[in-house]
């Protein structure tokens, strides 16, 4: 089933489930007031939604609505955890080359994650605000599940039954805080602001054959400034999949229900595939010419991230986002 | 006035107003379902709440119980956000020359902090649970602080409005899965479990004059195995008081409502005040003499972390966790 959380004015939205077609939404308020809720009582409460997406696909839902994704929310407006891998680990081996630095033998086989903040997760069509252009600012378009409660030492042959959903995210990074802020050793902080949502959250049947060994086998597809740059397939060059991710997160700690984890940047070593960051293309010119030609993103630029099945189906709607400085307070 | 949460078998928990002298509580579920509803709609729940401790305080409540600490969860039994400072900056050089690493000069300039895990606070009582003592398991004493929303770019001078309550939490750390976590680049993750939280988190006006210019000038008393260690004092050597720390959180991002932010390990240059961590002392001992004789926790291991005010009253409840290996499944 498809899930989505629409604006009512409130911090944490409207629950509602959508049309496998993204046409139609429905109230759910009725079986739970918000995701958090569902995923707080998985078994209990999603076999109860999940009749209520059938009967939105069937045409028989008694008060469904078209389903506008610019009134939607985060799935997760805001989570009590996102915790962001680095799963491919070429473009970590890529972007390090770039700046002349060795990457450890050990990446290939310990996921790199850091902690981000949840506090406020943005919605597909929100605003990308940062206080200044001249901060790097760039996309980076991702694949993440959403888990119920993982207890601690949980592995990887056990993890995947822990994965509820899955979505699009845009992991924005502000590129030229980055070297600082690793610099002084505790990992990103300023130079990682709110991360952006896919308009629905799926359950991992909707993707069908494409989700497999805890992978989703579909291309990410960026626009940026309406201009295609990236189709990479988020099944392939993934070192370390979800399950490991998982795994990784509760090594030694309880994972709680409403966990966010996520791929890192989508990212093939075909780079005829594009890039689906700005970085990965920057470290690409470096290595190639000595210096990165194309700029990061400014005030006005958009970026699109959509991923659609082998029938050209749009699975989780689409990422639309605008950069833009802060609102005159 | 004074806040906790009462266990109750749900994740949230039972919001209750205790007494000044910790000695009773009040249910509050009338005013408010919980202490994260409280946060997001402060300057209408809190004078409600305000009222309910008066009339406790003076001994008119009509439905008041005796407050017990091994029922509490932490204030907020999941957060939204745990954003941990190292303000303590004496700590930090002390700790990278013990490891003979030179402290960048930014340091003392430019604060240090982490994104930590807040999908699991442990309440005061609840173990530290590790499953193995070989990962060099240390307690960190710290003061924490807990917002309300704070704008993006919100700057030092108004970032105390901003505070709503204070609490002791006790930021458990691995330390023998730092060195390769730090040498990733991406800060800690797995070296951070659980966090515990005092019983109960109080607003700042109830430090009297102990609360001055974002800092907490009292001792905080750490005692392991039932020795005290240390009892430095928080409003000394802290090189970035909390509205530092706050506009430091808020500088690319908005800050959502119920965000722990907290100081770091406790410490000050007068060694004669033991330590709040043993990676400290620890880094004494490799200066003094090359090497670490204090071993880290063991399982069955206490750590005691209480704050008292000028007439001895404590002031948030103590932070008492035991380490202990996983339950079999």
């Avoid at 939404?25 to 109860?48: E, K, M, N, T």
């Amino acid at each position: 089933m498809k899930l989505a959380t629409l604006k009512d004015g409130s911090r944490d939205g409207q629950l509602v489930v959508v049309s496998r077609d993204l046409s139609l939404a429905h109230h759910a308020a009725g079986i739970a007031p918000r995701l958090q809720a569902v995923l707080d009582d998985w078994s209990f409460l999603a076999p109860q939604l999940d009749d209520l997406y059938q009967t939105l696909n069937e045409g028989r839902a008694r008060h469904a609505f078209p389903f506008d994704p610019r009134l939607a929310m985060a799935p997760l407006p805001r989570a009590y955890q996102w915790a962001d891998g680095s799963a491919y680990v070429n473009h970590v081996e890529l972007v390090r080359k770039a700046r002349g630095a060795e990457m450890p033998e050990s990446f290939w086989k310990d996921p790199l994650m850091y902690q981000g903040a949840s506090d406020e997760l943005l919605g597909p069509r929100d605003d990308i605000v940062c206080p200044s252009e001249e901060f790097g600012i760039d996309f980076e378009a991702e694949v993440a599940v959403v888990t119920d409660d993982v207890p601690m030492g949980t592995k990887r042959a056990d993890a995947g039954a822990h994965i509820r959903l899955l979505m699009l995210v845009n992991d924005v990074s502000l590129r030229n805080l980055i070297p600082a802020e690793l610099a002084k050793g505790f990992g990103f902080f300023q130079s990682k602001p709110a991360t952006g949502c896919s308009p629905v959250a799926v359950t991992p049947d909707e993707l069908g054959g494409a989700w497999k060994d805890g992978k989703v086998h579909l291309p990410l597809v960026v626009h940026w400034n309406q201009v295609k740059v990236g189709e990479p397939n988020a099944g392939e060059d993934m070192t370390f999949d979800f399950m490991q991710l998982i795994a990784h997160v509760a090594k030694t700690r309880n994972v709680r229900a409403g966990s966010i984890i996520g791929s890192g940047t989508v990212s093939n070593l075909d780079r005829s595939r594009g890039y689906c960051c700005i970085a990965e293309k920057r470290s690409l010119e470096m290595i190639e010419s000595g210096s990165a030609i194309t700029p990061f993103m400014k005030y006005g630029d958009t970026v699109r991230i959509e991923m659609f099945d082998d029938q050209g189906r749009s699975l989780f709607g689409a990422i639309e986002q605008r950069v833009a400085p802060p609102a005159k307070r």
